[in-house]
T-cell receptor, first 111, second 115 residues
Framework: KNEVEQSPQNLTAQEGEFITINCSYSVGISALHWLQQHPGGGIVSLFMLSSGKKKHGRLIATINIQEKHSSLHITASHPRDSAVYICAAPLRWKGAQKLVFGQGTRLTINP | NAGVMQNPRHLVRRRGQEARLRCSPMKGHSHVYWYRQLPEEGLKFMVYLQKENIIDESGMPKERFSAEFPKEGPSILRIQQVVRGDSAAYFC?????????????FGPGTRLTVT
């Protein structure tokens, strides 16, 4: 069993739809990362959050540390949001954060 | 402030050759992480380094792989005698000093193809 599980694995939606991607983790952490991997392969850090909610433009991330669950929402989705979204849990070890990644959610937004 | 830089972006090696992947962290960052993404698989941790120290190499294959982060210059991930199974995207990320949870900033990756 993966320590970090994402759902769904694949998601196709129409432009304008509200998108939710879920992440559950079994490891004990105090924060979670959401990353975006573009079709070209580059990785961008979207959020790192340890409680509550963060918002950046049309992206919203929430986390419930007690329930070990996080969600990434995209409002008014657009084809340019098509990418793989990855959640990652930092395992605190030897003074650093070794990231354990979910398998990713491949999002396709059709015009 | 330039982001994390990796070079080369694409590297083709024949089986048995050596591959050297370089990573320059963001200015002011002293922690470097290397991750590997095999085709159609997720990202996996390989090694965590600080300047002149390997802190955690639990994700590194036991043979042929090594990493360093010298006092001066970029971090290097070295793969000796490459095999086809080493074909993957290799990403490095950097973060500032420890003491809390810090965002990791990723480089663009090096795509290694072994022929």
């Amino acid at each position: 069993k993966n320590e970090v599980e994402q759902s769904p694995q694949n998601l196709t939606a129409q432009e304008g739809e509200f998108i939710t991607i879920n992440c559950s983790y079994s490891v004990g952490i105090s924060a979670l990362h959401w990353l975006q991997q573009h079709p070209g392969g580059g990785i961008v850090s979207l959020f790192m959050l340890s409680s509550g909610k963060k918002k950046h433009g049309r992206l919203i991330a929430t986390i419930n540390i007690q329930e070990k669950h996080s969600s990434l929402h995209i409002t008014a989705s657009h084809p340019r949001d098509s990418a793989v979204y990855i959640c990652a849990a930092p395992l605190r070890w030897k003074g650093a954060q070794k990231l354990v990644f979910g398998q990713g959610t491949r999002l396709t937004i059709n015009p | 402030n330039a982001g994390v830089m990796q070079n080369p972006r694409h590297l083709v090696r024949r089986r048995g050759q050596e591959a050297r992947l370089r990573c320059s962290p963001m200015k002011g960052h002293s922690h470097v992480y290397w991750y590997r993404q095999l085709p159609e698989e997720g990202l996996k941790f390989m090694v965590y380094l600080q300047k002149e120290n390997i802190i955690d190499e639990s994700g590194m294959p036991k043979e042929r792989f090594s990493a360093e982060f010298p006092k001066e210059g970029p971090s290097i991930l070295r793969i000796q005698q490459v095999v086809r199974g080493d074909s993957a995207a290799y990403f490095c990320a950097s973060s500032p000093s420890s003491g809390g949870f810090y965002e990791q900033y990723f480089g663009p990756g090096t795509r290694l193809t072994v022929t």
